[in-house]
């Protein structure tokens, strides 16, 4: 006796589903773009439950535990998506250092004491591209000062064109210093203006003075600038901090 098979005809949906037992998601998924009946045999919650569980275990367990009307499925699709977009890499910001410069000032009570106009294309990018940057003084613009405990700083960036203004750094009174070192001052960021909800942003502007004494008074003569992470107080990389300013800088 002969056994003849139709061409046409699509195996049994109980074979289907013995065969996608062996399959991996990806293939499976594929296979149910075939036709409707394959469809619907590969996207049986008898086949889906047990590879969600494995992977995305706390998405399972909350089908069960919500009695979600959601296919396995689709919880693996959603599990998928999300971890794809926790690790996919950001856009490159709209903005670039060349689009912006540093307006930073220096006062006591009784004078200015520096004021650097720094642009962002003269900045020298450190060699580990974190948002760091070191600027010098110049020597005319040098002044001494008696006491450390009244200064105010301020920094602000500032789009070309005078555009926008975005204050990285308003900080009043006595930072932390140790004299022929260095002084430091910090300032917790906000969030976006996308973001606003009385929080921080977990970003520090961090601005250090270098000082050195003559004729028994402080004088600044370099000073860097940069943006911390709270949670590493590492420096924050470069194109990090510029997707951040560009939240308050662009259009």
Same mark, same amino acid.
């Given at each position: ?35 409707k ?6 996207? $049986?919650? %008898? *086949? ?14 909350? %089908? ?9 499925? /689709?919880?693996y ?14 856009? +490159?910001? %709209? ?25 962002g ?19 005319? +613009? *040098? ?30 009174? /006595?930072?932390?210093f ?8 910090? +300032? ?33 003569? +370099?000073?860097?600038v ?5 949670? $590493? ?11 951040? *300013?560009? %939240?308050?800088?662009?259009?």
């Amino acid at each position: 006796m002969s056994l003849k098979l139709c061409s046409n005809s699509s195996p049994p949906w109980q074979v289907l589903v013995l065969v996608a037992n062996h399959l991996d998601p990806k293939t499976i998924a594929i296979a149910s773009c075939v036709c409707k009946s394959w469809s619907i045999s590969m996207s $049986s919650d %008898h *086949l889906w439950q047990p590879i969600c569980a494995a992977q995305y275990p706390s998405l399972s367990n909350l %089908h069960a535990s919500a009695n979600a009307a959601v296919s396995y499925s /689709k919880l693996y699709a959603l599990g998928y998506m999300s971890e794809k977009r926790r690790v996919q890499k950001p856009l +490159k910001p %709209h903005l670039s250092l060349q689009d912006i410069f540093f307006a930073i000032d220096i006062n006591d009570k009784r004078s200015c004491i520096a004021t650097i106009i720094k642009p962002g294309g003269e900045l020298e990018v450190d060699k580990n591209g974190v948002f760091r940057f070191d600027i010098d003084v110049e020597s005319d +613009k *040098l002044v001494a000062f008696d006491t450390t405990d009244n200064l105010r700083i301020t920094w602000n960036v500032v789009m070309k064109g005078f555009e926008s203004v975005f204050t990285m750094m308003e900080c009043k009174g /006595k930072g932390n210093f140790v004299l022929g070192l260095q002084g430091w001052f910090s +300032k917790e960021l906000p969030l976006p203006g996308c973001c606003l909800s009385g929080g921080a942003s977990g970003l520090v502007a961090d601005l250090r003075l270098g000082l050195r004494i003559s004729g028994g008074k402080v004088v600044v003569e +370099k000073m860097s600038v940069g943006v911390l992470s709270v949670v $590493s107080w590492r420096y924050v990389w470069v194109d990090d901090v510029l997707r951040y *300013l560009q %939240h308050f800088l662009l259009p």
